[in-house]
């Protein structure tokens, strides 16, 4: 992938957080981050394929995610870990659907949620690494991303893509 794609894949991660927290009514800045190794958090991870693949990884201590949970005043572990996996597959979903409007298709597949100490993204080198900082903590989300040598980003189609919340038939 060129520089430029990679650029416009940057752009489209922080334009898919920022709808993500924007619909949870929070505001988050996103910013590039370098992945921290020893913490003890959770982590929600979810894989895909297609024209790329790879994985979304999401990292949080469960404050923060309790904060940002719908139900923030009974909150379980169980629950917070659901939360996890149902808030990095909305991402990776938001993602995707800007992905699309670049000619760009992935397929998800099915969030999984670990906690524990020293998480950190099994890739030697994750390039799209950023921190999303919360009004009570921060998380941050890693993409792993390897696409054919000749998959670019194009310039945003005119193809009219379904709203948040559609559904799409074939």
Not at 155 to 167: F, I, K, N, R
Request: aromatic share 4%; proline share 3%; charged share 25%.
């Amino acid at each position: 992938m060129n520089e430029s794609s990679k650029q416009k894949l940057d752009e489209l991660i922080r334009m898919a957080v920022d709808g993500l927290f924007a619909s949870l009514g929070k505001c988050a800045h996103v910013e590039p981050a370098q992945l921290d190794r020893a913490v003890r958090h959770y982590a929600g991870i979810i894989g895909f394929g297609g024209d790329a693949k790879g994985s979304l990884v999401i990292i949080a201590e469960s404050d923060t995610l309790r904060d940002i949970h719908p139900v923030s005043d009974k909150t379980s572990d169980d629950m917070i870990a659901d939360w996890l996996g149902e808030l990095t597959n909305q991402l990776l979903g938001r993602l995707k659907n800007l992905l699309l409007g670049h000619g760009v298709n992935i397929v998800l597949s099915t969030p999984v949620v670990s906690r524990g100490g020293e998480i950190w993204s099994s890739a030697a080198e994750v390039p799209h690494t950023f921190i999303i900082k919360l009004e009570t903590g921060v998380m941050k989300v890693c993409l792993d991303w390897v696409g054919r040598s000749d998959l670019e980003i194009s310039a945003m189609s005119e193809v009219q893509m379904p709203a948040e919340g559609e559904l799409m038939l074939f």
